[in-house]
């Protein structure tokens, strides 16, 4: 891991040009061209899928497609373009999985030609694949069936009631007793990225990170709002062609008030005095997203520096962010990395957070994965908190400050993107390590 050294008071000065706007160097896209997706996507279920079967402990496993209302993991198993009801089907032999898909003659020949699955099972639309599928299930599995049904992951809750009933139905009633989750498998197969993911995320959190700068260099006090800002950060997406890593309203939040969690930005015009929060994530080659967060202070006429308790509190935070990169390794929990952070946290004078320190992130922005929480005060642990961490998980963290102000409170909450690594975890661009300061005059 490599750490920028930081002065005294560890501070970027921002001078400001007479204009509302400071040039910004052309906007490039590195991610232009097709995407590395599909060659990806065939690594993961031949060298991850199986590995994951295994720590699940299930012989194989069922997704139903369909068009308009599809399987969230449709693009992780390669029936994204389903229209008639399909079935993708992995079974675990020995350290190898063996892949059919059962699809109707509409859909079979571009199925043989993406050469994803090992076999193409045409099916008669009388049929239909869910009837084939089960009944070779039914001939084939004897050990345990996961169907994509979950209480708490969603994206392995995939399975409509009615789909589930039809495909149950269909199984005998023998196997239908074997029928498990998928969670568990969803969960030890999506939490863990590829080298070739983790790289493509380096790349797109350099741009994020970088982005938040340029925008702060836009800001006039007194003159730029929030939503300013905010509007500068989603021409950059634009210009570049990248998409959003959450939902567009609130990405970016830029929030020079009180807290206000996951939210829209405002009008509220930024002032002297104020701290800046920008959350902000892009989504690249429609497939992996960024989160991170950088602060901004904005000094009075003839200030130089923050007054003593914003530098604490800003100081505080960014060490919070690096205990917890410290406790980020193979075999700690989510928990162990929550209460590092957080101890620190209240050992400082911060009022207690409400939210975890982090979670995992690739493809979505709450990616399937450990979660760094667990340790707040008059709260029930999520079991995800007491997961280990795999070499390969990718997560988004804070390290938090919260304080009172005018009209709420106000949360500096550090927010890098890490990997664990097989010895640790390093950061995937150059944590800040300095408050930015904005001049008001």
Not at 311 to 340: I, S
Request: hydrophobic share 40%; net charge negative.
């Amino acid at each position: 891991m490599k750490r920028t050294q930081t002065g005294v008071l560890g501070l970027i000065l921002l001078f400001m040009l007479p204009s509302c706007s400071q040039d910004v160097p052309p906007a490039v896209n590195p991610f232009d061209g097709p995407g590395p997706w599909k060659e990806i996507r065939r690594e993961r279920i031949n060298t991850l899928l199986p590995a994951a079967m295994q720590r699940a402990g299930v012989t194989a496993w069922a997704v139903v497609c369909r068009s308009n209302n599809n399987d969230p993991l449709a693009m992780h198993v390669g029936c994204e373009n389903a229209v008639a009801p399909a079935v993708f089907y992995f079974e675990l032999r020995g350290e190898e999985v063996f892949t059919i898909a059962f699809s109707p003659p509409g859909e079979a020949a571009a199925l043989v030609e993406l050469g994803l699955q090992d076999s193409v099972a045409v099916v008669d639309y009388n049929t239909g694949a869910v009837v084939a599928a089960a009944a070779y299930i039914n001939r084939n599995v004897k050990g345990r069936l996961a169907l994509n049904f979950s209480e708490d992951n969603e994206i392995a809750d995939g399975l409509s009631h009615t789909q589930y009933r039809h495909f149950t139905g269909a199984l005998s009633p023998e196997l239908r007793n074997r029928v498990v989750s998928s969670a568990g498998l969803v969960y030890e197969w999506l939490s863990v990225k590829l080298p070739a993911e983790v790289d493509i995320m380096r790349r797109a959190a350099d741009i994020t990170a970088r982005w938040q700068e340029e925008a702060y260099a836009q800001v006039v006090p007194g003159v730029s709002t929030d939503r300013d800002i905010a509007d500068y950060l989603k021409s950059r997406m634009r210009e570049i062609g990248v998409g959003d890593a959450w939902a567009p309203d609130q990405n970016p939040l830029v929030n020079s008030g009180p807290d206000r969690g996951h939210a829209h930005s405002t009008d509220r015009v930024i002032r002297a005095g104020d701290v800046i929060q920008i959350d902000f994530g892009i989504k690249v080659y429609g497939m992996w997203v960024t989160d991170i967060q950088r602060f901004a202070y904005v000094l009075h006429p003839g200030e130089t520096e923050p007054p003593a308790d914003i530098r604490r509190y800003w100081e505080v935070a960014r060490e919070g962010n690096r205990k917890a990169l410290a406790t980020m390794r193979p075999g700690a929990t989510g928990l162990e990395v929550d209460v590092a952070q957080r101890e620190w946290m209240r050992e400082n004078g911060s009022l207690e957070v409400f939210w975890s320190t982090g979670h995992p992130v690739g493809y979505v922005a709450h990616d399937v994965g450990p979660r760094l929480g667990g340790g707040q005060l008059d709260r029930e642990a999520h079991p995800a908190s007491f997961r280990q961490l795999r070499e390969g998980n990718v997560f988004a963290f804070d390290g938090f400050y919260k304080w009172e102000i005018e009209g709420g409170t106000k949360t500096i909450s550090v927010e890098e993107m890490a990997v664990v690594t097989a010895s640790g975890a390093e950061y995937l661009t150059e944590p800040q390590e300095e408050l930015i300061l904005i001049r008001s005059d």
